[in-house]
């Protein structure tokens, strides 16, 4: 958050030592940082037209809470003409360091399909999908020919998978190429899938 008078920026030190600058577009604004990659994140440096902070020499000493606190006080007593000046500091510092975590994302493979005569009564294939990574429980989206495949009164035709192998077996009547048009684990983390082709055509044995 911003604590300077006018527009500021701010320089963070990525996973990997990458160094990038970020420009606050506002007074007193709170600038968002899409984090790409696990690791590290570490506010190095923040300032305006008017003054900076230097952050980095200090990255070490400010991972401990007692001086951390000390120096709070230290800074606050100094700067009692510039109240706000020094809380913004204050929180600066204090929040130097953010650690970002990406979780597996789960993946789906889909399998079975072929042929069965068409108009045949109760007739169907079996279209199979396997679902691994990630976090259980899954749900999965089925689309056919691109279309996704409502499955009952469930927003986004999105399907359980409760078999503890992560499999999910879907009859179908229906001719067409069938595909995973969506996975998600209990993290709400999504992947990819394939396809499969199946349903009602020509002849053969189901």
């Not at 007074?27 to 570490?42: H, I, Q």
């Not at 706000?84 to 993946?107: I, N, Q």
């Not at 009952?152 to 069938?178: I, M």
Request: hydrophobic share 30%; aromatic share 6%.
């Amino acid at each position: 958050e911003g604590g300077f008078t006018g527009k500021w920026w701010v320089e963070i030190m990525f996973p990997g030592g990458n160094l990038r600058r970020f420009d606050a577009d506002k007074d007193k604004d709170t600038l968002l940082v899409s984090a790409s990659s696990a690791g590290n994140y570490s506010l190095v440096r923040a300032g305006s037209a008017q003054c900076s902070v230097e952050l980095d020499q200090q990255l070490e000493e400010e991972q401990r809470p007692e001086h951390a606190q000390q120096r709070v006080a230290k800074e606050e007593k100094e700067q009692t003409e510039d109240k706000e000046g020094a809380r913004a500091l204050a929180r600066s510092r204090s929040s130097s360091h953010v650690s970002v975590t990406m979780f597996e994302s789960p993946s789906a493979e889909i399998s079975g399909g072929g042929f069965t005569c068409a108009g045949g009564q109760g007739q169907h294939v079996d279209v199979v999908v396997s679902v691994s990574g990630g976090l259980r429980p899954y749900s999965v989206q089925l689309a056919r020919d691109g279309k996704v495949l409502a499955h009952g009164t469930v927003q986004g035709g999105w399907r359980q998978v409760t078999r503890a192998d992560g499999k999910l077996v879907v009859p179908v009547w229906d001719k067409g190429v069938y595909t995973v048009s969506g996975v998600r684990d209990a993290r709400k983390c999504t992947g990819s899938g394939g396809s499969a082709s199946g349903g009602s055509g020509g002849s053969g044995g189901s």
